[in-house]
């Protein structure tokens, strides 16, 4: 057991309670709630990914963290799904003029994990990504319309969004009304 309240060690930027806040399971009842060998995989995504992402880019908010195997059902995560083991979080960058690809790129360039996927680029998107002691491999996968988890390089990537999209930063994107309707719509899907 953790306290919810209490920051994460040596990632002391995030408390235990982010990575377990579910809209789903609080409306569902559903006890999100991590075993031991849980919350370890947490602690170590938090310590090795999360804390020097946030150290780089300032504030990070967990879109999805940890989900117990009901809660990754009752949203239609997919049946492994790293979410489920706590080895995985989406994450979006909260400063003003971050954008989603210059923080995959950071991590892509300077990060050891074992998965990061570009989720939505085109609309107001997020990064999964997941780590894994042993299992560190670093693929790059693209989800958005037209691919559905697709293996890809950074050179793709670059050369799938341009440059104005790269640059489309949270602010940007929540000026416009659509977007901030699209991100409410988003919330009810979920990567797997
Ligand atoms: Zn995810």
Redesign the pocket.
């Known amino acids: 057991m953790r306290n919810l309240q209490d920051k994460i060690p040596g990632a002391s930027s995030f408390k235990y309670g982010e990575f377990v806040r579910s809209e789903v399971a609080t409306r569902l009842g559903i006890k999100n709630e991590p075993d031991e060998k849980q919350w370890q995989n947490i602690e170590l995504l938090a310590r090795e990914v999360l804390q020097p992402v946030r150290n780089k880019f300032g504030r990070i908010k967990i879109t ?1 963290g940890f989900r117990c195997e009901e809660l990754n059902k009752r949203i239609g ?1 997919s049946e492994f ?3 489920c083991r706590g080895e ?3 994450i979006e960058p909260m400063e003003k003029g971050v954008t989603l690809f210059e923080v995959l790129e950071w991590i892509y360039e300077n990060l050891e994990f074992r998965t990061v ?1 570009a ?1 939505f680029f085109t609309r107001d998107g ?1 990064i ?3 780590y894994r002691v042993g299992g560190n491999i670093k693929r790059l996968r693209l989800r958005d319309e037209k691919h559905k988890y697709e293996d890809v390089t950074m050179k793709f990537l670059k050369e799938l969004y341009p440059r104005k999209t790269q640059n489309n930063s949270k602010s940007e994107r929540c000026s416009r009304s659509y977007w901030r309707l699209f991100g409410c719509l988003k919330r009810l899907e ?3």
């Open positions: 999805s995560g799904s790293n979410h995985a979080a989406d996927i989720e997020w999964h990504i997941d979920i990567c797997k």
